[in-house]
């Protein structure tokens, strides 16, 4: 009998020092796992080279991830304002209301990835949090998800694995780098301002609340608060008041069988007809198309 180890390729000499370290397992059906991190699903890339300012915000029931690779511009989350240059990443979570604004140029290049994918506790940390491309491994990864992209249709279910096995890995590499690095930098603090009018819409969520109300319970002006939130916000109260039951609207239009007409009430408003030109004009789709979508 030959007891010579057997010849192999220069390359694979490489696995050696791993292997032998590898002890014989107790359990030969038993390996590790985890199911903390699901693979993303129906992932939608696209590219902006335009800049583009949606003053009324958009809010929905998937995952963006902003990558900008040209011009620096600003992203509002909620109620922060996120400063964006080119070598930077933010995950926008799902429900968070947000818009752009502040291009630097005309002329941008920005990549957006959306999808969907299972709740995970992992990707909280990433939550209003920008983080740095700060390895090529980060970028690689991100290029590869590209090309694996340009490279799909519908039925290269293979090629949509691998697009799937990227984007996985790439947020994974993501939360790595987050927990072992001090993040970028914390968010901006909120507005106390800022924070009141916000309690005060959510705890009358069902009622209906004009500025004046608003100004009344905070005990300034209307037109002191009027001029504050617009410095500090950059739009305007009555359009920050329909973009909190806006996003109440398509929570619930997603989430509940309730009818449009009960979530107008839910929303505090009296009348289905206003609610549904205030929907249409912030979501650019009605109640009803929009739940079908999202259903």
């Not at 696209?46 to 900008?68: E, K, T």
């Not at 999808?115 to 491994?137: E, G, H, Q, V, Y």
Request: proline fraction near 5%; charge should be positive; charged fraction near 15%.
């Amino acid at each position: 009998m030959n007891n010579r180890p057997i010849s192999s390729p220069i390359a694979i000499q490489r696995l050696n020092p791993y292997a032998v370290k590898l002890s014989r397992p107790h359990n030969f059906y038993a390996g590790y796992q985890t199911n903390e991190f699901a693979l993303p699903n129906n992932i939608l890339m696209f590219h902006n080279r335009i800049a583009f300012d949606n003053h009324s915000g958009s809010a929905h029931n998937r995952y963006v991830l902003i990558v900008p690779i040209q011009t620096d511009g600003q992203v509002i989350v909620d109620h922060t304002i996120f400063d964006l240059r080119p070598g930077m990443v933010l995950l926008i979570h799902p429900w968070q209301l947000h818009r752009y604004a502040n291009f630097q140029s005309e002329t941008v290049s920005w990549l957006f990835i959306t999808f969907d994918i299972a709740p995970s506790d992992r990707l909280n940390c990433l939550r209003n949090k920008p983080a740095k491309l700060n390895t090529m491994t980060l970028i690689n990864l991100l290029e590869q998800t590209c090309r694996h992209y340009a490279k799909l249709n519908h039925h290269q279910t293979n090629t949509i694995n691998l697009l799937r096995l990227d984007l996985a890995i790439f947020l994974q590499r993501l939360v790595l780098q987050y927990e072992t690095t001090s993040h970028l930098h914390t968010a901006p603090q909120i507005s106390p301002l800022i924070s009141q009018v916000g309690q005060l819409v959510v705890s009358t969520m069902n009622q209906p609340i004009s500025v004046t109300q608003l100004a009344e319970e905070l005990a300034i002006s209307p037109s002191h608060l009027r001029n504050r939130f617009r410095q500090e916000y950059h739009i305007g109260v009555l359009q920050y008041i329909h973009q909190l039951k806006m996003l109440h609207a398509m929570r619930l239009l997603c989430t509940t069988e309730l009818t449009i007409s009960q979530i107008a009430q839910h929303c505090g408003f009296n009348s289905l007809f206003s609610f549904s030109r205030v929907f249409k004009r912030h979501a650019n789709i009605s109640p009803r198309a929009y739940r079908l979508l999202n259903r």
